[in-house]
């Protein structure tokens, strides 16, 4: 097969590939059509040892027939891996994947990287070969030996940390801002030495200009309206798309609650977007943590959150304690110091008397958030020392709302105490260190403690009775007598609006 190809090429010096392409275009639709002679058939025949005379007229004919058929069809297939492989030029590896595809073994010695050029033979128009240069053997000998190829070895290296791509050699090197346009990442920076070590920088992370015009819409939505808060933070509690943006967020709501300590609207949707990026169920916030809850603090124990005192700065301190509590029952389990981190924080602004009492009023909602056992941990051991020094508070219009409120959180704080404790001991049963506290508790706030107990915790157990229907268990408080000294007198208002009375 190889013999009736070399044969018939038409143009001296052509190369293969040429003359390839010259059949298929002429098998594309040319009119004028080629068919190998029948003298080709005889002499491949008489290679193959059967005598060319012995060989009939017609049986060469339909012999060669044939052979230009199937020339045609193995050309036509090699041009369609030409033009896949966006070539103009057939070479020997389109003929060899079109032999692979119908099942016929490939060429061998024809596939070079640069096409063959075939000579033609002196004394004969139509018959062609490949010249062949001759190799001297002995340059072959003296030439030196070729390097020792290196064994196959594994390393490992850093594709991305965090979202940014590490600028070491293994890594492509970040193209420069004026090759690739618009949105390409900076050239890398310069290593720095510290202490003697060679620090190598992180590349940025850059942002496409669709998640940039999005990032931009929610932080004016942010500082917008309310319906434009809305819409951003339902676009962000459910985008599965949006994680790429949670470093920027994180940062933004560090900036704008440092930036906007007076400006009570705008730290109350930060917050709730703090609240939605903790809920998202498409996002991870883990390793952002620890920047979002300085923020998160500072909304509860900021001496002063608006301009005006006597806006509902409350409602703000509310809010983003509960926040902190949802980051910990959410993220507690996997970051054992979030929770004694926090509550440390909250008990040293509660103790520190230089604060002031909206500072403390932050400190005790934030504390009571975290559960009845911080209650008991942190306000509880203080909680006769402080109410003393809320009684020595000079009375004033301003004082007097403060006094009011930070009464109000400690009655809530040490109520849920008593409610969660009282509820996990049994009826006619003592506990040693809740009655003790009951009895402290009720000397200091007498009678607006009952609604918060389940169980009287004073009550001693009942003797055992002879077999009797069981009743239906009766609540009772039992009251402690008087003791000398003075006792203190809870707004009546402030404690029923937190009863829901």
Not at 64 to 69: F, G, N
Not at 121 to 144: C, Q, W
Request: hydrophobic share 40%; proline share 8%.
């Amino acid at each position: 097969m190889s013999k009736a190809k070399a044969s018939a090429q038409t143009d001296a010096e052509q190369p293969a590939g040429g003359m390839l392409a010259a059949d298929a275009a002429t098998t594309a639709g040319s009119c004028v059509s080629s068919s190998l002679p029948a003298d080709l058939v005889r002499v491949v025949a008489e290679q193959e040892g059967v005598p060319g005379a012995a060989l009939p007229e017609a049986v060469a004919a339909a012999l060669a027939s044939d052979a230009e058929y199937r020339l045609r069809q193995v050309v036509q297939e090699a041009c369609k891996f030409m033009r896949r492989n966006k070539r103009g030029v057939l070479c020997a590896g389109d003929i060899n994947a079109a032999l692979r595809l119908a099942n016929v073994e490939a060429l061998y010695g024809f596939n070079f990287p640069t096409p063959m050029k075939f000579q033609r033979v002196a004394g004969n128009k139509g018959l062609y070969y490949v010249a062949d240069p001759e190799v001297d053997l002995t340059s072959i000998i003296e030439r030196p030996l070729p390097e020792c190829p290196r064994d196959v070895a594994l390393g490992l290296h850093w594709l991305a940390v965090e979202g940014v791509q590490p600028a070491i050699p293994q890594n492509p090197p970040p193209a420069t801002t004026s090759a690739a346009g618009e949105g390409a990442a900076p050239p890398p920076a310069k290593r720095v030495k510290i202490e003697g070590t060679e620090v190598e920088p992180l590349v940025q992370h850059v942002l496409s200009k669709e998640m940039q015009l999005y990032y931009e819409a929610v932080v004016q939505s942010i500082r917008g309206t309310e319906e434009a808060t809305v819409a951003a933070l339902n676009s962000l509690q459910h985008d599965p798309g949006t994680a790429q943006l949670l470093p920027y967020l994180t940062r933004f709501v560090a900036e704008e609650i440092a930036g906007n300590l007076r400006h009570l609207q705008l730290l109350f949707n930060v917050m709730r977007l703090v609240r939605t990026l903790i809920t998202s169920p498409h996002l991870h916030v883990e390793p952002y943590l620890h920047q979002l809850m300085p923020g998160v603090l500072t909304c509860i124990v900021g001496k002063q959150l608006c301009e005006n005192p006597t806006d509902n700065h409350w409602a703000l301190r509310d809010y983003a304690a509960s926040i902190i509590s949802l980051v910990c029952q959410k993220f507690g389990k996997a970051y054992e110091s979030v929770q004694p981190r926090i509550s440390r924080t909250l008990g040293g602004v509660l103790r520190d008397t230089s604060k002031p009492l909206t500072s403390h009023y932050g400190a005790i909602v934030g504390i009571a958030s975290l559960g009845h056992n911080s209650v008991e941990l942190l306000i509880l051991p203080h909680v006769k020392e402080y109410v003393a020094q809320l009684d020595s508070v000079p009375r004033s219009e301003k004082s007097s709302l403060e006094v009011g409120k930070v009464r109000t959180a400690l009655l809530n704080a040490v109520g849920l105490y008593l409610r969660c404790s009282s509820s996990v001991v049994e009826c006619g049963k003592v506990d040693p260190a809740l009655a003790r506290h009951y009895e402290q508790l009720e000397e200091l706030f007498g009678d607006v403690l009952a609604p918060f107990v389940v169980h009287d915790p004073l009550a001693q157990q009942a003797p055992p009775t002879v077999a009797a229907a069981p009743a239906a268990p009766v609540v009772t408080l039992k009251k402690l007598p008087k003791k000398q000294g003075k006792h203190v007198d809870w707004p009546t208002e402030e404690a029923s609006e937190f009863m829901g009375e």
